[in-house]
């Protein structure tokens, strides 16, 4: 249990992470983009944060897209301010921001979804949703985010804590080009509720949850975690997710490691899986 800041005590989903090691990255930028392709950032509602916390750090007005990555008609770049530190996600434009920040550890997470703003949102249901938990707070939420999709999350004499992941998602392990750099692209099909991702896991009850795209990154055994899931309706679904999977990939602390070729290849890898689940 985890107090959250302007609201009730909330329940992390075990797919929830990412390490402090990330925390003050603003909007990176892949190696070797011309700078060109710049979109506006559409800024989430701040969440309360309390006393004695640092103020919350400014958005950029704009950011630019990763080589690799391509923005699709309707979608946008939401920006989310934590204390110190602010994160960037791709999601349908006309969709709600939740922020989401744990005082306690430092977690940060944010929640993008259609109709009104939830007080609760990791206690919340959504039909449809993109879930990105940037900073898990702590080193074993980093190690249960990633474990059910990396092994290597587990370091020798640790243990993994999360549920086992649902036989049906067909996992692809991303190829980094560095051994010690992770990523895992998810497919959840439709129907199949997988715990370890909030978009999937917090389904409606008694709805058969739709298919979800997901992201796992892990810079290193022992080293920070992050994930993004993505549940969207229609026929622009897949490219929607593929772009919010890819800005993750190139954002996060296992993307800013990689040189710009690996990059490059690692999103076309990670494009590749999308489409071929897509259908």
């Not at 991702?197 to 975690?225: D, E, H, K, M, N």
Request: proline share 10%; with cysteine; glycine share 14%.
């Amino acid at each position: 249990m985890r107090r959250r800041i302007g609201s009730r005590v909330g329940v992390v989903v075990a797919a929830a992470g990412l390490a402090a090691a990330v925390c003050g990255a603003g909007p990176a930028v892949a190696a070797g983009d011309s700078g060109s392709r710049t979109v506006a950032v559409q800024a989430c509602p701040d969440e309360s944060t309390g006393p004695g916390m640092p103020p919350l750090k400014a958005l950029a007005a704009q950011v630019t897209l990763p080589d690799g990555v391509t923005l699709p008609p309707g979608a946008a770049v939401f920006g989310a301010r934590y204390p110190g530190d602010a994160q960037y996600v791709v999601a349908p434009g006309g969709w709600t921001c939740d922020v989401v920040f744990f005082a306690g550890d430092g977690g940060e997470q944010v929640y993008v979804h259609p109709g009104a703003h939830a007080a609760d949102p990791p206690g919340a249901s959504f039909t449809s949703l993109v879930q990105a938990v940037f900073d898990s707070g702590g080193v074993q939420t980093d190690v249960d985010l990633a474990c059910p999709f990396i092994p290597q999350a587990v370091p020798p004499g640790g243990q993994c804590l999360a549920p086992p992941r649902q036989s049906a998602d067909v996992v692809h392990a991303v190829r980094t080009g560095d051994p010690h750099l992770y990523a895992a692209a998810v497919s959840v099909p439709a129907g199949t509720r997988e715990p370890n991702l909030a978009a999937s896991g917090q389904a409606p009850a008694g709805t058969p949850p739709g298919r979800v795209f997901a992201l796992v990154t892990l810079a290193g055994t022992g080293g920070a975690a992050q994930s993004i899931s993505c549940a969207l309706p229609g026929p622009a679904a897949a490219s929607t997710c593929q772009a919010a999977l890819g800005y993750l990939l190139a954002t996060s602390a296992t993307g800013q490691r990689l040189s710009a070729g690996r990059l490059s290849a690692a999103l076309t890898d990670l494009n590749g899986f999308v489409a071929s689940q897509a259908h």
